[in-house]
């Protein structure tokens, strides 16, 4: 399996491609990532250097790729975190230039434009190309709980709420709408909910919630779940897979205190979780 992924780079820690790439080559994946920004750490530190890479930038290494003849053996492409809307039309431009090639692939969108905590944190302009553009492209959809509200107008305090916001968006186009972290008014206090929507109906891993606070699991959530709902086409077997390896990572973070997810010491996690979690058909 190959993929091309677009979306951020940190020198530093674990986020946007430095957390999706080990756990996609752990899996034995062939991974091409292109940065869409490459900073010394990311942004939750509060100070940062490097740059915003340009759209064409972006568009010139999958131009060199194209030219090798590569975009036509790419099975999926994965983005994330964009740094402009230009860089997302760049974006889905790579993915016309895959399916171009192999109308079997897959494109999942992460689309990043913030969390509860911090409210919206990208540029302006991103989060309505990713409502406009983005979502009606993609095949698989990987909000958070906040992003899920952004991109809908709808709001998910309750499972049914989360139900009918799923809904809304996979009646845009993409075929699965993952919802990476969710915690409604039915969510026991000490649990965090991952919910997987699909025509088949909503599914949900419940995992106990762990004292940690870390950048870039959404990221690895993301880009492992893309692996196993390519290889398996089910997104319960995906949801279940993705759950367990994501607990197993952010537990031995937790353990350690760790300020950055322990992505390369936790990495038996991504083929072997060490903790499995039941998928529930709601």
């Not at 990208?122 to 990713?130: K, T």
């Not at 968006?169 to 008014?185: D, I, K, Q």
């Not at 993301?222 to 897979?241: C, T």
Request: with cysteine; proline share 5%; net charge negative.
């Amino acid at each position: 399996m190959k993929v091309l992924s677009i979306q951020s780079h940190v020198a530093y820690g674990h986020v946007g491609n430095a957390a999706a790439v080990f756990p996609m080559q752990r899996l034995g994946v062939e991974v091409w990532p292109v940065h869409t920004v490459q900073f010394s750490n990311h942004t939750g530190y509060g100070a940062w250097r490097g740059e915003v890479f340009s759209a064409e930038s972006v568009r010139a290494v999958v131009r060199g790729m194209d030219e090798r003849g590569a975009l036509g053996a790419c099975d999926a492409v994965l983005s994330g975190y964009m740094g402009s809307a230009e860089i997302g039309a760049a974006i889905l431009e790579a993915a016309e230039r895959v399916r171009a090639g192999n109308p079997e692939a897959l494109y999942c969108c992460d689309p990043v434009i913030g969390d509860t905590d911090e409210g919206v944190y990208v540029r302006p302009g991103i989060e309505a190309f990713l409502r406009e553009r983005a979502v009606p492209a993609a095949d698989i959809l990987t909000p958070n709980q906040f992003e899920l509200d952004r991109l809908t107008g709808l709001p998910s305090r309750t499972l049914a709420e989360a139900r009918a916001a799923v809904a809304a968006l996979r009646a845009r186009g993409p075929r699965v709408v993952l919802v990476t972290s969710f915690a409604g008014a039915d969510t026991p206090e000490d649990a965090i909910d991952l919910l997987a929507g699909t025509g088949e109906g909503l599914f949900r891993v419940r995992t106990p919630r762990l004292p940690i606070a870390v950048n870039g699991a959404g990221d690895t959530v993301a880009a492992l779940f893309l692996v196993h709902y390519a290889r398996a086409r089910s997104a319960p077997d995906a949801l279940g897979s993705t759950a367990a390896s994501v607990y197993g990572l952010l537990k031995r973070t937790a353990a350690a205190g760790a300020r950055e997810i322990l992505t390369v010491a936790a990495q038996d996690e991504f083929v072997a979780p060490s903790e499995i979690f039941p998928v529930e058909r709601l």
